[in-house]
């Protein structure tokens, strides 16, 4: 599984990456007592989906990972 | 009922993943798992990291919608 990487990740990387993810939950909720009408889901989903590209490309490695090989 | 479906699968899934994780910790404790071969703990990590992109999405279609 090593083949295949380029370079490592620093563990305080994830820390990070961790701490953003809950921010970015707080920022969500938040948001949802904002009173945002139509905008509110909008504002939503789009958070979520900006904590799912952190989870795709750090936690699940997309971001260090080579083509197939 | 999206309610039920939608929580009820997730908990099936984190049940198997902490399930697995455990499993793992067990394997790592044997040694079984070393710094020459954690294939399976990274393919874990993929399930687990799945999971949670499921969770992350379902937050605020089932927790946030219609709460203002």
Redesign the interface.
């Known amino acids: ?1 090593n083949r295949g990487t380029r370079g490592s990740i620093a563990s305080t990387t994830y820390v990070i990456g961790w701490l953003v993810l809950l921010l970015l ?1 707080a920022a ?2 938040i ?6 009408g139509v905008f ?2 909008i504002v ?2 789009g ?2 989906a900006t ?2 590209a952190i ?2 490309m750090l ?3 997309l971001r260090t990972q080579t083509p197939l090989n | 009922m999206f309610y039920f479906v939608g929580t009820g699968l997730h908990a099936v899934h984190l049940s198997i993943g902490i399930a697995l994780v455990l499993y793992m910790l067990w394997r790592v404790r044997r040694g079984e798992l070393t710094p020459d071969y954690y294939a399976p703990l990274e393919v874990l990590g993929l399930y687990w990291s799945f999971v949670d992109v499921v969770w992350i999405f379902l937050y605020p279609a089932i927790h946030l919608v219609g709460r203002s």
Not at chain 1, 31 to 36: G, I, K, T
């Open positions: 599984m939950t969500s909720l948001s949802a007592y904002l009173h945002l509110g889901p939503e989903f958070i979520a904590e799912a989870v795709f936690f699940m490695r």
